[in-house]
Structures are given as structure tokens and as C-alpha cells.
């Protein structure tokens, strides 16, 4: 892959408290991208994740939001796009659930200029029963929404691995009202998006979370059911 497809590129890392996770995923993407932008969105870690990031500051941005009152997940993902000057943008993990070696398949879907550019999940390692079962539920409920509106329904409306064009999405962000407490933001965007808006969509295995543990409680849930009204 071109050195001058990956510049058009960049990729977004939303973290807290990934400080085993941050320094390999890092060292991992710029081994396989070598020239890719990467900004790391740090929504106010207690652990070392800041000052490991801060070990790549010449080829790694970072937005430390540790001073900013409203937390969370899709407002993280929201101030990185709008930080992002590529043409194109990924959401990706910082806990290596979203396997680097699939961006290559993002920057393939790219090449037809779609405004979403999504990851759905083939395979998901060894969830427990419960989580299976809540992921469903909320991809379900997730798609009887966006039916009811009339809208596209990609393949994994839940996805977390996500991104488009960066003009495009920076454009439904500001001309729409996202939820900023969610931790869904994709699904939010494609209420927001119309019925013809252009996805491309690629397949991926979501890995099993290593070390860390999950950031989804009952705060995000809440949001989330609100956001399908």
C-alpha cells in the first residue's frame, strides 16, 4: 500500500486508561502504515496512557481532554474529527479489539470516495453469553430505528471501528444535534445522514480485550436508549 494513500488517512484513538495497551497499538499501526497520521484522544486517563502517547509526540497528536467537564466516548470521537486535516478518518480501539492489520482494508474501501467507511464484525471471540446478548438487543433495536426513519442500515450499525470522509462527517456533526454522553456515535450519524449517503463497508474478527477493562456501564446504555426515541 502507497505511502501517499496512507497520508490521506488518519486514524483516531479514543483512550482512557489504556496504558497497556497505547504504547504497542502505536508501535503496531506505524510498523504496518509507516507514513499515516494517528491522534490519540484522551478523555482524561489516571493511569500513564498521556505520557506514553507522549513518547511518539513527533509523528502522534494528541488532544488531552482531561480538563474538559463533559466525558465520554462519542464527544472524545467528535473533537477528533474535527481535529482531522486528512481525507479520510478511522475510529479505531485503543485496546486491540479492532485489529490494526484491517485498516489496510478501510483505506481499500476509500478508494470508491464513499462518505462512511464502516467494519463489521465476522467474528466475535469468545463474548460471554450476556454480552452477546445486549449486543444484539442494541443492534436490533438500532435497526428498527434507522428503518422507521428511512434511513441506510449497514451491516454492524454498532460498529466502533468507523470512520468516512472527514468533510463530509464534520459536516453532519456540526449541522446536527449528536449525542455527546453516547457511546455509539455511528449510529447517531446515519439518523443524521440521508437515505442515499454512499457507505463501504469491510469485514473484520473483533478481538478479545487483552488487558484493561470495558468502558461500557450503565451511563452509556442509558444514552444510548435515548438515543433510538
Given at each position: ?118 467494519g463489521h464484525r465476522i467474528k466475535v471471540e469468545e463474548w460471554p453469553f450476556l454480552r452477546k446478548l445486549m449486543s444484539q438487543g442494541a443492534k436490533f433495536l ?88
Amino acid at each position: 500500500m502507497s505511502d501517499t494513500i496512507n497520508q490521506n488517512f488518519t486514524i483516531l484513538i479514543p483512550t482512557l486508561n489504556e496504558e497497556k495497551n497505547i504504547k504497542r497499538l502505536i508501535e503496531t499501526i506505524l510498523s504496518l502504515y509507516p507514513s499515516i497520521k494517528i491522534t490519540v484522544v484522551d478523555d482524561g486517563s489516571t493511569d500513564d496512557t498521556v505520557k506514553l502517547v507522549n513518547e511518539f509526540n513527533d509523528v502522534v497528536s494528541l488532544i488531552n481532554r482531561k480538563d474538559n467537564d463533559i466525558k465520554g466516548l462519542s464527544i472524545s470521537i467528535k473533537e477528533g474529527i474535527f481535529s482531522v486535516k486528512t481525507k479520510f478518518f478511522m475510529v479505531i480501539d485503543g485496546d486491540f479489539q479492532h485489529p490494526p492489520e484491517a485498516i489496510k482494508d478501510a483505506i481499500t474501501c476509500s478508494e470508491v470516495n464513499p462518505e462512511f467507511i464502516i467494519g463489521h464484525r465476522i467474528k466475535v471471540e469468545e463474548w460471554p453469553f450476556l454480552r452477546k446478548l445486549m449486543s444484539q438487543g442494541a443492534k436490533f433495536l438500532a435497526t428498527i430505528s434507522l428503518l422507521f426513519r428511512g434511513k441506510k442500515v449497514p451491516k454492524d450499525i454498532m460498529s466502533g471501528f468507523f470512520g468516512g470522509n472527514t468533510t463530509y462527517i464534520q459536516m453532519l456533526l456540526e449541522e446536527n444535534s449528536i449525542e455527546n454522553t453516547g457511546y455509539k456515535i455511528l449510529f447517531d450519524l446515519l439518523k443524521a445522514a440521508p437515505r442515499n449517503v454512499s457507505i463501504s463497508q469491510f469485514g473484520y474478527v473483533f478481538k478479545n480485550r487483552e488487558f484493561g477493562d470495558s468502558k461500557i456501564g450503565k451511563k452509556q446504555m442509558v444514552a444510548f436508549l435515548r438515543s433510538l426515541i
